[in-house]
Nanobody, 120 residues
Framework: QVQLVESGGGLVQAGGSLQLTCAAS????????VGWYRQAPGKTRELVAA???????NYADSAKGRFTISRDNAKNTAYLQMTSLKPEDTAAYYC??????????????WGQGTQVTVSS
């Protein structure tokens, strides 16, 4: 089985920082692309940041200049460094990854989510 596990969420005051971690484990060959999404109560899930295997990065306008996505291929881990957090960043954050499996198929996986709450 392959799974993605997020960690690093929590409660932080406005202006603070958090680093989210997404660790991939199980029987796969490599991570092709990884992304972070978030979903606030009553809202649809939205892309926050994405990083492809060739280094292309895409940020939501709301994340530009404040969030940084990165990955450590050796550790099969991705990160989302969030700074200057705002109350509107409050949401459940989900990791999404396209993994190349041992049979060379590519499958998309989601983590279970980690809650980020920013107080004003």
């Amino acid at each position: 089985q392959v799974q993605l596990v997020e960690s690093g969420g929590g409660l932080v005051q406005a202006g603070g920082s958090l680093q989210l971690t997404c660790a991939a484990s199980g029987n796969f060959f490599s991570i092709k692309a990884v992304g972070w999404y978030r979903q606030a109560p009553g809202k649809t899930r939205e892309l926050v940041a994405a990083l492809t295997s060739d280094g292309y990065i895409n940020y939501a306008d709301s994340a530009k200049g404040r969030f940084t996505i990165s990955r450590d291929n050796a550790k099969n881990t991705a990160y989302l460094q969030m700074t200057s957090l705002k109350p509107e960043d409050t949401a459940a954050y989900y990791c999404n990854a396209d993994l190349i499996l041992r049979d060379w198929r590519t499958e998309t996986y989601w983590g279970q989510g980690t809650q980020v709450t920013v107080s004003s």
